[in-house]
């Protein structure tokens, strides 16, 4: 299990406010060694964690489908995010709240 930045955290409390602890533990079990990304550190993961963040909207379903992706080709999550062309894209991401 590898934790979160707190730059992640920040994000998920945005997009996931009342589920927040449940989204950062199936970042930290399931987005994480298994993915094969390297370095396997919380800011080496960042990257993937904030692309599968963005990717899901706010919604828990969309969010598990961009989870499964990024097991089978992590760089397919990070284009459809738009993060796949440059290492620091990432950072100057931060969502809106979702619409409830």
């Known amino acids: 299990m590898v934790d979160l930045t707190q730059a992640t955290m920040d994000r998920i409390k945005i997009l996931f406010p009342h589920a927040h602890e449940h989204v950062a533990d199936l970042?930290?079990?399931?987005?994480?060694?298994?993915?094969g990304w390297k370095p396997c550190t919380p800011a080496g993961l960042e990257r993937i964690r904030f692309a599968v963040l963005k990717?899901?909207?706010?919604?828990?379903?969309?969010?598990?489908?961009?989870?499964r992706e990024a097991?089978?080709?992590?760089?397919?999550?990070?284009?459809a995010a738009g993060f796949g062309l440059s290492v620091d894209a990432h950072r100057s991401w931060m969502p809106d709240a979702p619409a409830r």
């Open 27 to 35: 970042l930290r079990v399931e987005c994480a060694e298994d993915l």
């Open 55 to 67: 990717l899901s909207r706010g919604r828990a379903d969309r969010l598990r489908h961009a989870i």
């Open 71 to 79: 097991h089978l080709d992590w760089r397919d999550v990070l284009m």
